[in-house]
T-cell receptor
Framework: ETGVTQSPTHLIKTRGQQVTLRCSSQ?????VSWYQQALGQGPQFIFQ???????GRGNFPPRFSGLQFPNYSSELNVNALELDDSALYLC?????????????FGPGTRLTVT | GIQVEQSPPDLILQEGANSTLRCNFS?????LQWFHQNPWGQLINLFY???GTKQNGRLSATTVATERYSLLYISSSQTTDSGVYFC?????????????FGRGTQLTVWP
């Protein structure tokens, strides 16, 4: 069983640009969630996908969007990058839809916006 | 959303010492996880413990769901235990598997 993987590891972008981050969930896990972790803070929930449909979103603007694919991979897209978007982005996968499922995190993508 | 408070925010120990980290949460939960974040940022699963007690080597955890707190015990600390420890919970009253994180406890273990 493979774990959760993310790419790229690091990324540097300029304010106003667009970025796509990628995640590959554990095989068989139907739910993927994305989190943003600013320096010195705990991760903050961005949104969750279940079987290719967004089923919940945290307090993030629409320029944060996502996709989930049938092969357990997913993307986080951020448009019109702002300096405050600089953070560690984590994806997590879990087996089912319920709130009681254990979540497993990838190694993260560190995004720097200049 | 659920409020999660972790204490202490910082903990400095000599190798071999024991420690207790605490996590308080503001509402009923059906998921509680403890993580160790390594220096590269990855969250390592330590325990999935919405209630009860579990042990894994030198680490153990207890969650008292009715009193809304969880404790993580680290015995005989090693330098490799250093890092940030996070508690995260999911709201029992929600259908969304969203985790709410505390601000973490920064543990430093000196040789």
């Amino acid at each position: 069983e493979t774990g959760v993987t993310q790419s790229p590891t690091h990324l540097i972008k300029t304010r106003g640009q667009q970025v796509t981050l990628r995640c590959s969930s554990q095989s068989g896990h139907n739910t993927v969630s994305w989190y943003q972790q600013a320096l010195g803070q705990g991760p903050q929930f961005i949104f969750q996908y279940y079987r290719e449909e967004e089923n919940g979103r945290g307090n993030f603007p629409p320029r944060f969007s996502g996709l989930q694919f049938p092969n357990y991979s997913s993307e986080l897209n951020v448009n019109a990058l702002e300096l405050d978007d600089s953070a560690l982005y984590l994806c997590a996968s879990s087996l089912g839809y319920g709130t009681g499922d254990e979540q497993y995190f990838g190694p993260g993508t560190r995004l720097t916006v200049t | 959303g659920i409020q999660v408070e972790q204490s202490p925010p910082d903990l400095i120990l000599q190798e071999g010492a024991n420690s207790t980290l605490r996590c308080n949460f503001s509402d009923s939960v059906n998921n509680l996880q403890w993580f160790h974040q390594n220096p590269w940022g990855q969250l390592i699963n330590l325990f999935y413990i919405p209630s009860g007690t579990k042990q894994n080597g030198r680490l153990s955890a207890t969650t008292v769901a009715t009193e809304r707190y969880s404790l993580l015990y680290i015995s005989s600390s090693q330098t490799t235990d250093s890092g940030v420890y996070f508690c995260a919970v999911a709201d029992r009253g929600s259908t969304l598997g969203r985790l709410y994180f505390g601000r973490g406890t920064q543990l430093t273990v000196w040789p």
